[in-house]
């Protein structure tokens, strides 16, 4: 008895896809990726596909240069065209026993594995080339994920979001949908084997029951990315099992193409449906925040659609479309273009320092991307496919290994080697931090001290701490301390944890930092002052998320988890009441100039107040329009690498006007201890000041430590008055 019965096996008008036969579309083919052509002639071909396939790797390039960020649809369409090719082919060759997993990985990697590794190494040259030193490292682990098809979970795993093309965007990002795909192809013929046999012990159909597996595997996919998509958008996009039921849907309709009957006249109406969904989807959606939630199924939808149109015999169709030699010689070169023009474009970002491309800077790109997708088909992939067919798939396994395995040592040797000079370069930033102070702030690094009129002693000629290269990783030492709450839309994320910064046997005060990283940043200073004055100093954090109160009459989102956790961060402070709340009370932009007080905050300011505790705000620092260690590694002595403090800042402290502040609070501006009068640069004493563009490095939050001391007790005198009463301990246990 089988699960699902065998199509009826009608004798198959021209170009209908009655039969599985002709349902069935590139036989042996099913490990190519959607950036692969075709093989022109064969028995099965469906035309429009390999148009199709052209039309969406069109579709990812233009996007990928003048998108600005948004997702065209087409690595989706991609996505569901592996799924298609591979099911229908493995299950024929499972059914007839001819699936052998040595020839069939070697068959499928000897495409795959020549032109990744070429463009991987050439990444290698271009990141040495015009890249700032400070992302070899992280280029180098990304090569070897992608080398080894796991580089989206290495994205996932360094917090890294898809975003558009920019000189900080990693020039592999789009490794991340190869990973997935390799993924697949080496996990799907294990699968296809297991459920034909299942299939033979129990007597059922194999196409049968394989379509039950594949249409649960999805649905259940596809449930899991719209649970994950909620809670953490950015980890989904990347996760092979939030984007599994794209491919299992690809591969359903291959499973179920024999039982569709279609009305010829049917085919091109679906066809052009399909085609505008699938060129739609960029100009209309925001895949890049929407997928692989269940927007994801309009441009998924509209492959569908092309497929199912497909064969026809109407004239009318997008066959002839699909079939113009433009987009089939893009679908020729396309696995080689989508691997070569996105490193390219990064890469040339990093050499004209500009954010975005220009028109004449994209038609170089495009062009050397052509071009060298072009010889990489011809010279590279063309001949790895003779070479299997010469001497077959398990060999050309073997030669896939043994290349992977070059490349990746490579990968491992260059990274262990520049990880060490990062730990050796920390190490030097970390001792310019313990000795700032020293020999009365005259020391070779005195950072925020030069600014200081009271400090007359010249700066020596020295190198920049910490190095441009290691800027990125000098952050506060609590950054690693797992007390800091993430951004994210998971179970347990609206905790509010506390951070020890400094502490007491019987301190003196106790003060809480809370907010987001511009908060964060300052723990540094804090903890010093802390220290010197015998506080208990905690910091209660979750990066973007600063402490707000909604409007009254108003209901926060207590489902929407930075929300649900101010209001647990506002119970908890009142459970605590210590002597002072520390917040960043304004905040800068790029987009616009000046600073800005939100309401919202102003608002948690009072609600504090009224409850006896009272609110330090500190003035934001300046933000910049690019990545400050890429530019002094640039320029080392910090020139150009500035904005204006006019520019960043209003004239006046705007939290000293801002309705609904309370007038306890103490407003501290430590704006001239991080800008000139004139210019915000980005190395001051000698000291680099940002770790990106808008957070300042750990050793320079040191030097700041004097003159905040300084502000509090001009601004705050309360904390350093005698207290009668010996400060409540909290209730709660906090991380050391």
Not at 137 to 166: C, D, H, K, P
Not at 702 to 723: I, K, S, V
């Amino acid at each position: 008895m089988s699960v699902v019965s065998n199509p009826p096996r009608s004798a198959p008008g021209p170009g209908s896809p009655g039969t599985p036969q002709d349902a069935r579309p590139v036989p042996d083919d099913a490990a190519r990726p959607p950036a692969h052509a075709a093989p022109r002639g064969r028995s099965g071909h469906i035309p429009e596909l390999h148009g199709l396939r052209g039309l969406a790797l069109a579709l990812v390039v233009a996007f990928h240069l003048f998108g600005n960020g948004r997702v065209s649809g087409g690595v989706d369409v991609f996505l569901v065209l592996s799924g298609f090719l591979a099911t229908g082919s493995l299950l024929r060759r499972a059914e007839r026993r001819e699936l052998r997993l040595g020839e069939h990985y070697g068959r499928t990697f000897a495409r795959l594995v020549p032109p990744a590794l070429l463009v991987l190494v050439a990444t290698a040259a271009l990141a040495w080339w015009v890249m700032p030193r400070g992302i070899w490292a992280q280029t180098g682990r990304e090569i070897l994920a992608s080398a080894l098809y796991f580089v989206n979970w290495e994205m996932i795993s360094g917090q890294l979001a898809y975003g558009a093309a920019g000189p900080q965007t990693s020039p592999l990002q789009h490794f991340w949908s190869m990973s997935v795909q390799g993924q697949f192809f080496l996990a799907w013929p294990v699968v296809v084997l297991v459920v034909v046999a299942l299939a033979r012990l129990v007597r059922v159909s194999g196409r049968g029951l394989l379509l039950v597996v594949v249409a649960g595997a999805s649905v259940a996919s596809f449930v899991f990315a719209q649970e994950l998509h909620a809670a953490d958008q950015p980890v989904a996009y990347f996760h092979s099992w939030a984007r599994f039921w794209e491919l299992g849907i690809g591969g359903f309709l291959a499973l179920a193409l024999p039982w569709f009957r279609l009305p010829g006249a049917v085919r091109p109406l679906l066809g052009w449906a399909g085609l505008g969904l699938v060129v739609s989807s960029g100009f209309l959606l925001d895949g890049g925040a929407l997928f692989p939630g269940a927007w994801a199924l309009w441009p998924v939808g509209g492959a569908l659609l092309v497929l199912l149109g497909s064969g026809g015999s109407a004239g009318w169709g997008p066959r002839g479309l699909l079939q113009l030699a433009p987009l089939r010689f893009v679908a020729d070169i396309s696995y080689a273009l989508y691997l070569w023009h996105w490193p390219l474009l990064i890469a040339y970002l990093h050499h004209t320092g500009l954010e975005r491309v220009d028109a004449v800077g994209a038609a170089a790109i495009l062009s050397t991307s052509v071009l060298l997708s072009w010889l990489t088909t011809k010279l590279v992939a063309d001949p790895a496919q003779r070479f299997r067919e010469a001497f077959g798939g398990v060999r050309a396994l073997v030669a896939a290994a043994v290349c992977v395995s070059l490349v990746a040592g490579g990968a491992v040797a260059g990274v262990r080697l520049l990880e060490r000079q990062d730990a050796q370069l920390l190490a030097e930033a970390e001792a310019v931090a313990e000795a700032v102070g020293d020999d009365d702030g005259a020391s070779d690094y005195p950072g925020a001290l030069a600014l200081d009129p009271r400090h007359t002693d010249p700066v020596p000629d020295v190198a920049v701490q910490p190095a441009a290269a290691v800027a990125a990783q000098d952050r506060p030492a609590v950054d690693d301390d797992g007390c800091i709450q993430d951004n994210h839309e998971t179970p347990g994320a609206d905790a509010p944890l506390l951070c020890t910064l400094s502490d007491a046997p019987d301190p003196r005060r106790v003060v809480v930092m809370v907010g987001d990283s511009h908060t964060i940043q300052w723990a540094p200073a804090m903890t010093e002052i802390g220290a010197d004055e015998g506080w208990r100093v905690l910091l209660l954090a979750r990066r973007g998320c600063r402490l707000q109160v909604p409007p009254a009459g108003e209901q926060a989102d207590l489902t929407d988890m930075c929300w649900s956790w101010r209001a647990n961060a506002m119970k908890l402070l009142r459970q605590l009441r210590p002597d002072a709340v520390m917040v960043v009370g304004t905040r800068t932009s790029t987009i616009a100039p000046g600073d800005k007080v939100n309401p919202a905050e102003t608002r948690a300011w009072k609600r504090l107040d009224r409850a006896g505790i009272r609110v330090v705000t500190l003035r934001d620092n300046p933000r910049f329009e690019f990545d400050m260690p890429a530019c002094v590694e640039e320029h080392p002595d910090g020139t150009g690498c500035t904005r204006p403090r006019a520019d960043a800042f209003s004239p006046v402290n705007p939290v000293r006007q801002a309705e609904g502040a309370p007038r306890s609070a103490a407003h501290l501006d430590l704006t001239p201890h991080i800008c000139g009068p004139v210019l915000c640069k980005g190395v001051v004493g000698n000291v680099l000041v940002y770790r990106d563009d808008d957070h300042m490095t750990a050793t320079y939050a040191t030097t700041l430590a004097e003159p905040l001391h300084a502000a509090l007790r001009a601004r705050a005198g309360w904390l350093f008055r005698d207290r009668p009463q010996t400060p409540q301990t909290p209730p709660l246990q906090t991380h050391p």
